[in-house]
């Protein structure tokens, strides 16, 4: 069998994705963070479309619009608390899913497309003995 050379070129981080919690955290990679410029901005308004099953997200930096929800800068990520947003369109996620962002030009939208979205892959813990721990 032939190896093949790790390089830590960071390219997995580069793409713009996104990840939503089923707590309704919605985080942004660093790629994202860096690509979208969200550094720039304080607020984000959040929009549904319910028949296709999209969110729409409105980079803001408007503290009196009522719809502003806080974008919370990390060092190298962003989130957003979205759980009100989402247990209103009943669409929380059971599990934690993740997908890329899009880009929707005309209106300045950063659009989630929630059908391409997939399950984000979980990590066995395991305990000192190397057996899985619950689940």
Known sequence: MAFIMYTNDSKRESRSRVAISSAGLISFTSGAVRELGLKNYQFVILYYNQHEMKIGVKLSNDPNNKASVPLRNKSTRAEISGRKFFKYFNILPSESISGEIELEEQ?????????????????????????KKNG
């Open 107 to 131: 209106e300045g939208y950063l659009v989630l497309n929630l059908k391409k979205f997939v399950v984000k892959a979980k990590i066995s813990q395991k305990d000192k003995k190397g057996r």
